[in-house]
């Protein structure tokens, strides 16, 4: 499983990115599309994420702000984030659950990371 990130940069507080990852998952089927994020000194938390039936759930700190939403043809999950804070600043790891067709034994993947810095 391959996961290819990309929209990270600087943006000002209140402006907008868009980060899109492109996943590659031969022999599994792809369950579950998300966004993790990083802040400096901080743990790893969950953003958002989308499930495969269509239901999303996000965190309390960025509801009303961004908006998960994939393509499932494509494999491609997307973040639109809005109304930026300087909070949201960090790594921000695309995730997937994958089932593999074979044993329908479950995984977990993370991309590479792409930053978001948003100055105030």
Same mark, same amino acid.
């Given at each position: 499983?391959?996961?290819?990130?990309?929209?990270?940069? %600087? $943006?000002?507080?209140?402006? /907008?990115?868009?980060?899109?990852?492109? !996943?590659?998952?031969?022999?599994? &089927?792809? =369950?579950?599309?998300?966004?993790?994020?990083?802040?400096?000194?901080?743990?790893?938390? %969950? $953003?958002?994420?989308?499930? /495969?039936?269509?239901?999303?759930?996000? !965190?309390?700190?960025?509801?009303? &702000?961004? =908006?998960?939403?994939?393509?499932?043809?494509?494999?491609?999950?997307?973040?639109?984030?809005?109304?930026?804070?300087?909070?949201?600043?960090?790594?921000?790891?695309?995730?997937?659950?994958?089932?593999?067709?074979?044993?329908?034994?479950?995984?977990?993947?993370?991309?590479?990371?792409?930053?978001?810095?948003?100055?105030?």
């Amino acid at each position: 499983v391959q996961l290819q990130a990309s929209g990270g940069g %600087l $943006v000002q507080a209140g402006g /907008s990115l868009r980060l899109s990852c492109a !996943a590659s998952a031969t022999g599994f &089927r792809i =369950t579950n599309m998300g966004w993790y994020r990083q802040a400096p000194g901080k743990q790893r938390e %969950l $953003v958002a994420v989308a499930v /495969s039936g269509g239901t999303t759930n996000y !965190a309390d700190s960025v509801k009303d &702000r961004f =908006t998960i939403s994939r393509d499932n043809a494509k494999n491609t999950v997307f973040l639109q984030m809005n109304s930026l804070k300087p909070e949201d600043t960090g790594v921000y790891y695309c995730y997937v659950m994958v089932r593999r067709l074979n044993d329908y034994s479950e995984y977990d993947y993370w991309g590479q990371g792409t930053l978001v810095t948003v100055s105030s």
